[in-house]
Every structure is written in structure tokens, then in C-alpha cells.
């Protein structure tokens, strides 16, 4: 059978991935949007507004104002406590103390101004110590992990893998297991689902390991893969260590970003709502 003139697709097949990108993209776009609606319904509820509208227009001046992503203040939002009627603030004053440290990004911290500029150092930090040229970096959001930063993968990979909430590939695993998780052979390992592994491959991956942020009573927060353009040899101890020592001091940092600038996010909104 030939194959289609100048695109290396059979006849049929370019239908066919046009179909599976059409539901990918419904997928997204529906995943993204549900935690957003949940907190639009919370503030309707809370403060008697009158739409969902009003709501998405408060988040999203709270968002911009603070710089924080509005996927992340909405599922702050939801949450926390809900504010009670006539408080002075979302969430009770409470001092704020320094950002913890980050020497293991080895990074000029005045630079780290935002979650998004310590994510993307991760991720670089990552791909230095594993040898790597290609990876990403997950959050948990609602019980997934949700893609923030990635370097050197393709579209298809991305949007693919833009929320995972299976048990098909190694960062979900590192994730339920809270450990890290290195495939060697994507092509033969057991690990991925079949969708995920052509995925995978097709992006020139062919080996992968995933590293676990983690909060400081040891839950997992988030995810950093690195993913080799050959099969991998197991990391040695200190590229593991080095890994949990990031994924640890990151973790940290999050948990106090999300206390300290998502929360006056929130306090913000609430004082914007109620004035």
C-alpha cells in the first residue's frame, strides 16, 4: 500500500491523528477549565455575586495583580476554608516568612521572583545533572499532574501529556510511589500504555526518569522527568541524590509560595468582593 505523496502518513492515518488530536484538545481544554468553574461557583457562592463571569473577572485581576497562575489561585481557592461572611480577609494574618533557600538550583536567587522562574531552573537544573537535553515539569492539580514547563519536546507530546491522571507512565508512578522512577528502554519497558509509549518515542525519547517534588511532610507536589535520546543506564547515586536533595528544596519553596503569595492572592480577592 502507498504511502501518502511528501508525508510519510498512510491513506487514512492523517484522518485518523486529526480525530485523536480533536479529542486530546476537548480533553484539555475541558480538565483545565473544571477547576477553574469549581472555584467560580465557590466565589458566587461566597460573596453573592452575580455570575460565574464576575467570578473568572476577580480571579483573574488577583492572578495578574500577583503574578501567580490562575489554575493555581483557583485551587488554592477551593481548597482552603471557604471565607466566612464579614471576615476582615480571606485567610487570618499570619507572618510571612523568608522564601526558603534554593542553593541546589545554584542559581542567583533574586532571579527566583516567581514559581514559574523557579520551575524552569528545576527543570534545567534536572536535565544538568542527568545529562539530558529534553524533559518537563508537573504539578499536582486536583489530583493529576498538570504540565507547567517543558524543553525540547514536541507539540504532540506536549499536548498529549499535558494532564496525566493514569497510571500508564513513569511519572504518574513516581507520583503514587513517591519515589524516583527511571524507565531505560521506553521501547520495552512495561511501564507505559501503548498510546503513551508511541507518544513517547515519536518525540525522540527513549529513555526517561522521573524525580518527585515533594512538600516537607513528604507528599508529592509535583514531578521533573528528564527524557534521553537513547536507552539509559541506571543514575548513579549521586544523580539520585542530587535529585531527591532538588526535589525536596523545591517542594519546599512551593508550599511556601503557595502559603505566602497565593494567600495574599485570595486576601486581595476577598477584599476586592466585599468593598
Not at 207 to 222: N, Y
Request: proline share 5%; charged share 20%; aromatic share 4%.
Amino acid at each position: 500500500m502507498a504511502e501518502n505523496s511528501g508525508t510519510g502518513l498512510r491513506p487514512g492515518e492523517s484522518g485518523s491523528r486529526d480525530a485523536e488530536q480533536q479529542a486530546i484538545d476537548v480533553r484539555n481544554r475541558k480538565l483545565a477549565r473544571a477547576g477553574v468553574a469549581r472555584a467560580e461557583r465557590l466565589l458566587v457562592s461566597s460573596y453573592r455575586l452575580s455570575s460565574e463571569q464576575e467570578a473568572f473577572d476577580l480571579l483573574r485581576r488577583a492572578s495578574q495583580r500577583f503574578n501567580v497562575r490562575l489554575h493555581t489561585l483557583a485551587e488554592t481557592a477551593v481548597h482552603l476554608p471557604a471565607p466566612r461572611p464579614g471576615a476582615a480577609s480571606w485567610v487570618p494574618g499570619r507572618p510571612r516568612p523568608a522564601a526558603p533557600p534554593l542553593p541546589v538550583l545554584r542559581a542567583d536567587e533574586r532571579r527566583l521572583v516567581d514559581d514559574s522562574a523557579v520551575l524552569k531552573t528545576a527543570l534545567q537544573r534536572t536535565l544538568h545533572i542527568t545529562g539530558a537535553e529534553m524533559g518537563n515539569v508537573q504539578l499536582v492539580q486536583n489530583g493529576m499532574l498538570r504540565m507547567e514547563h517543558h524543553t525540547g519536546l514536541n507539540g504532540r507530546f506536549t499536548d498529549y501529556f499535558t494532564f496525566v491522571d493514569a497510571s500508564t507512565t513513569s511519572c504518574a508512578q513516581a507520583a503514587e510511589q513517591s519515589r524516583q522512577v527511571t524507565v531505560e528502554d521506553v521501547a520495552a519497558s512495561d511501564a507505559f500504555d501503548e498510546a503513551s509509549r508511541r507518544t513517547i518515542l515519536q518525540t525522540g525519547s527513549r529513555a526517561c526518569h522521573s524525580a518527585p517534588l515533594l512538600s516537607p511532610r513528604g507528599t508529592v507536589i509535583g514531578m521533573i522527568s528528564s527524557h534521553h535520546d537513547r536507552p539509559l543506564t541506571p543514575l548513579t547515586a549521586a544523580q539520585a541524590a542530587a535529585l531527591d536533595q532538588l526535589g525536596r528544596q523545591v517542594g519546599r519553596w512551593l508550599v511556601w509560595h503557595r502559603n505566602t503569595t497565593v494567600v495574599s492572592a485570595l486576601n486581595h480577592l476577598h477584599t476586592t468582593a466585599t468593598h
